[in-house]
């Protein structure tokens, strides 16, 4: 089994800053690609950023200059600090990653459990 579990989330006042950690754990092989996903009240969920096992890395445009994606490999950790929150960035925050599992041929598009971001003053 393996699981992803997200921490950091909470309530900060506009302009503040916030990090998340995801850290995927059980029987893993590799990690490739991880993004971090966001979805508002009424809402589709939609891609945050994203970085790839090469740590290449891309975000969409409204949280671009703001928001760092990271990975530490070696904790099969992925990281989003969040900086300059606006009151647009609330949302529940979900991490992804494409996960190899020793013995299983197909990779495995794992997700966490959600972590709430609510910025308001």
């Known amino acids: 089994q393996v699981q992803l579990v997200e921490s950091g989330g909470g309530l900060v006042q506009p302009g503040g800053s916030l990090r998340l950690s995801c850290a995927a754990s059980?029987?893993?092989?590799?990690?490739?690609?991880m993004g971090w996903y966001r979805q508002a009240p009424g809402k589709q969920r939609e891609l945050v950023a994203r970085i790839s096992s090469g740590r290449s890395t891309n975000y969409t445009d409204s949280v671009k200059g703001r928001f760092t994606i990271s990975r530490d490999n070696a904790k099969n950790t992925v990281y989003l600090q969040m900086n300059s929150l606006k009151p647009e960035d609330t949302a529940v925050y979900y991490c992804?990653?494409?996960?190899?599992?020793?013995?299983?041929?197909?990779?495995?598009?794992?997700w966490g459990q959600g972590t709430q971001v609510t910025v308001s003053s």
């Open positions: 992804n990653a494409d996960i190899k599992v020793p013995g299983r041929a197909p990779l495995l598009s794992g």
């Open positions: 059980g029987s893993i092989s590799s990690i490739y690609a």
